[in-house]
């Protein structure tokens, strides 16, 4: 039996966990995380009074070693409590405030693995961190995105869980039970190839209606089987620590695509198309190696600014100092039109999406003169242009034009799993033919409502502050567009929590797209450079996602739109260039890719001190 319990603080999550352990009956070893410190009188009563209602036959470890505790009791009952301190002080241990995490990555990977093969009974702890007050510093937003990853990792290995609130305890449907939720919400990270199948009686079931019952805490009942498969059942709001698996998932489509849309066939690609493996980071050993090496290039050091974080950045993705030259930078522009631009909150027609994709495909657009001038290629992904052009551009397109958000949603279910689908095929189409860097970039008249209507969502602020005037709408095109983006938040208010259904609410074939590749790029290890407004506000909803994924992108340049600026501050990502620029088409982070190509020079063609006989600092 492997239980994991979550909660927030003072929720009795370490009291259900005891009477579960308690309710085993056999010998119970009990691994504190919390760490003693003598000038901290409130920490040390709250650890002496844990210890005290322990009973007096249980044998504590107080060790950040869980894996080692696991190993040298096979047979007993370990509980360990909790997650969040174990994370805490490994992070404190590698520097991972520094390095987003990098030297962590592997000891979780190995805490896992030892989850996973305890022959004993097993009860973990750990924070729900969407219950508590996360600051909004990079250290906050950085251990909500590990505490998350590594509860969602724990989950899959566990056979059962429960959410401990207000002293009610609520056990969790078992892995490949669907439910109601799992129609309308699926889970956007958990990788369903490691997904365990349903837990058998006796085991985790068991183990968590035994916990409730020794513990005398409320459950929540769970309801039939066949009741939460009714089509009819109310959709509830989605659970932040649930493991919702959706019904496509268990039937990929194979065969071809019900609507002529060869995106749609995408789905069968993935287990589950929106449940991402999770990201390693960038190497920070190599990191460290470059630094070490500005340091000895004959130049002062910090002399040349940027240059030297980008060189650093660059080598770490790659894993070697110094750092190769780029090869194969690419460019994928995803297009697709979008309902809410027949609203007016555009200065151009729909019929110029295509238009400007010819023109891309011949090579006269701005991105297509650039990337030229930096050395990468460019594609067209049509993904919902609401026509075709001669000949098709690829093979990934999921409808004709998105939904107005303003009133309806932009995909249906089906869509929204397939577009994400799609952008990571793409994804991995590029990688495997062996691009080292890439671009996304975005082209579709109406785009920028819909992300600015995400990065309003993610980031809390208000339309009026970040409303951006688009393509060059009027003072009526402006208040039309930002009444439409007023009106979409509010259809997707409820979806804070749920990245995939903010897409299917308010974003559109491109946008979703745009998130899976974005994501799937961090998956493979590959570096990429954010455009503008519309792409980064894309890039907010893949780092939901794949929690990390951020670590493996630069801001090639910070847009004129409002809301881009925002979006930049929420990843805090500083950007390469401030041109001012707005075209979208990843016209911007082309433009900033001759910068990294600069960068990795430096570190790999400039002199050091030795080399040159140059006299370094006295």
Not at 110 to 126: D, Y
Request: glycine share 10%.
């Amino acid at each position: 039996m492997r239980l994991l319990v979550l909660g927030g603080t003072r929720s009795g999550k370490s009291a259900h966990a005891e009477s579960v352990a308690a309710a085993t009956g056999g010998d119970v070893v009990y691994v504190a995380t919390a760490r003693r410190d003598p000038d901290d009188d409130e920490m040390a009563r709250r650890i002496d009074a844990h210890r005290d209602r322990r009973p007096a036959e249980w044998s504590t470890e107080e060790t950040d070693e869980i894996a080692r505790v696991l190993a040298d009791h096979p047979g007993d009952t370990v509980l360990v409590d909790d997650l969040g301190g174990w994370l805490t002080h490994r992070m404190d241990a590698t520097l991972g405030w520094t390095d987003g995490g990098a030297g962590v990555a592997d000891e979780v990977d190995a805490l896992v693995s030892a989850i996973a093969a305890h022959p004993g009974s097993l009860i973990l702890v750990s924070p729900e961190v969407g219950l508590g007050v996360v600051p909004d510093t990079l250290s906050g937003r950085l251990f909500s995105d590990l505490i998350g990853s590594l509860n969602r990792r724990v989950a899959e290995v566990c056979d059962s869980a429960a959410l401990v609130v207000a002293g009610r305890v609520l056990p969790l449907s078992a892995p490949g039970v669907p439910t109601a939720a799992d129609h309308s919400h699926g889970d956007p990270i958990a990788p369903a190839s490691t997904r365990p199948g349903p837990a058998s009686p006796g085991t985790g079931e068991a183990a968590v209606a035994a916990g409730v019952t020794a513990s005398t805490e409320l459950s929540a009942p769970t309801a039939p089987a066949a009741e939460s498969q009714s089509p009819q059942a109310t959709e509830p709001e989605a659970s932040p620590a649930a493991e919702p698996e959706s019904e496509l998932t268990a039937e990929p489509e194979t065969g071809p695509p019900a609507h002529g849309f060869p995106g749609l066939a995408d789905i069968a690609h993935y287990d589950d198309p929106v449940a991402f493996p999770p990201v390693h980071p960038p190497a920070h050993t190599v990191a460290d190696e470059a630094r070490a090496r500005q340091l000895v290039l004959t130049k002062p050091s910090g002399s040349l600014g940027r240059l030297e974080e980008l060189g650093v950045w660059i080598s770490s993705c790659q894993g070697t100092c110094p750092p190769r030259p780029l090869e194969r930078a690419r460019v994928v522009v995803f297009a697709g039109d979008h309902g809410v631009a027949e609203n007016g909150v555009s200065a151009y027609p729909r019929e110029v999406t295509l238009q400007m994709a010819d023109n891309i495909v011949g090579g006269g657009a701005a991105v297509s003169v650039l990337a030229r001038a930096a050395r990468a290629t460019v594609r067209v992904a049509d993904m919902s242009m609401s026509a075709e052009r001669p000949g098709g551009l690829d093979d990934h397109k999921i409808r004709r034009s998105s939904g107005s958000i303003d009133r309806e949603d932009a995909l249906s279910p089906d869509e929204v799993r397939a577009a994400v689908a799609a952008g990571r095929r793409i994804a991995d189409e590029e990688v495997d033919a062996g691009a080292d860097l890439l671009i996304a970039g975005d082209l579709g008249i109406g785009n920028t409502t819909p992300a600015t209507v995400i990065t309003c969502l993610v980031t809390g602020r208000e339309p009026v502050e970040l409303v951006g005037r688009g393509t060059g709408v009027d003072d009526d095109g402006w208040m039309r567009k930002t009444a439409a983006i007023r009106d979409a938040m509010f259809r997707a208010s409820g979806d804070l929590r749920d990245p995939v259904a903010m897409l299917r609410r308010v974003a559109g074939a491109d946008l979703a797209a745009m998130a899976g590749f974005l994501a799937q790029a961090a998956v493979r290890k590959t570096p990429c450079i954010l455009d503008g407004a519309v792409v980064t506000a894309a890039a907010l909803l893949a780092e939901s996602l794949a929690p990390g994924a951020r670590q493996w992108w630069v801001a090639g340049h910070r847009s004129a739109e409002p809301a881009h600026s925002a979006a930049l501050t929420y990843l805090s990502l500083e950007p390469i260039l401030e041109h001012s620029m707005r075209l979208g088409e990843g016209s911007g982070a082309v433009a900033a890719l001759p910068t990294v190509h600069a960068a990795i020079a430096i570190l790999t063609e400039m002199a050091t001190f030795a080399d040159a006989g140059v006299s370094g600092k006295a």
